[in-house]
């Protein structure tokens, strides 16, 4: 296996990143995020490139998709079984690759992560968002555990992997052209469309 950065990197390219992809291939899985990205992307304006950091099999872009049929897809994933299942979308650019190894090639529209700031080793977030901010034209969407400090939270057994902090916050704070245009919370009990307590921002740039 290649050698990583990080000891997350390594957790979620291997065995534990190969079992997730068997966990999270469900049609319900679709529907809900259809219905979480209908109400992040109301608030944007002439989407037509996207791409996503750690997208894992699609689910997410899937959705986008569906909602928007002719943006230009890319996605930058880490985990070999999950890319194998990507490729099948098509139409899409996939980088195999770390995150922390990604050069952006250029500009999208829509930059954004689901779940995957939360499992990024701390000290190489200021990284990971310089590569959201920079890849971005003009919107970043942030759609992760928020808490209002930095806290680590034990993930399914495992120490060090998951992370909860206000990463919007800090982009916020880190990039001064950036503005919040909305936010939302799904709850896990959600009657319809629940999703994993997830907290989502949408951010945009005032000087794309």
Not at 50 to 76: D, Q, R
Not at 109 to 131: A, C
Not at 147 to 155: A, D, F, G, K, M
Request: hydrophobic share 40%; glycine share 4%.
């Amino acid at each position: 296996m290649k050698l990583y950065k990080t000891e997350q990197e390594m957790f979620w390219a291997g065995e534990f990143g190969d079992e997730y992809v068997e966990r999270n291939q469900n049609a319900k899985l679709l529907a809900n995020n259809i219905f979480l990205f209908s109400q992040i992307l109301k608030n944007v304006d002439s989407v037509k490139s996207v791409i996503e950091f750690g997208a894992n099999i699609g689910l997410n872009l899937h959705a986008i998709k569906k909602l928007i049929p002719e943006v230009e897809l890319s996605a930058i994933e880490i985990n070999e079984k999950a890319v194998s299942i990507l490729e099948t979308m098509g139409d899409i650019t996939v980088y195999n690759q770390s995150i922390l190894d990604f050069n952006p090639d250029y500009k999208r529209d829509f930059t954004f992560t689901k779940g995957v700031l939360i499992h990024i080793d701390p000290e190489q977030l200021p990284s990971v968002y310089n590569l959201l901010y920079t890849t971005s034209k003009k919107y970043i969407c942030i759609s992760e555990y928020y808490n209002p400090t930095p806290v680590e939270i034990t993930y399914r057994g495992h120490k060090n992997k998951l992370f909860k902090r206000d990463f919007a916050g800090e982009m916020l704070d880190k990039f001064s052209d950036l503005k919040l245009v909305n936010y939302g919370f799904i709850y896990h009990r959600d009657l319809n469309f629940p999703q994993d307590d997830i907290s989502w921002f949408l951010l945009e740039k005032s000087n794309p």
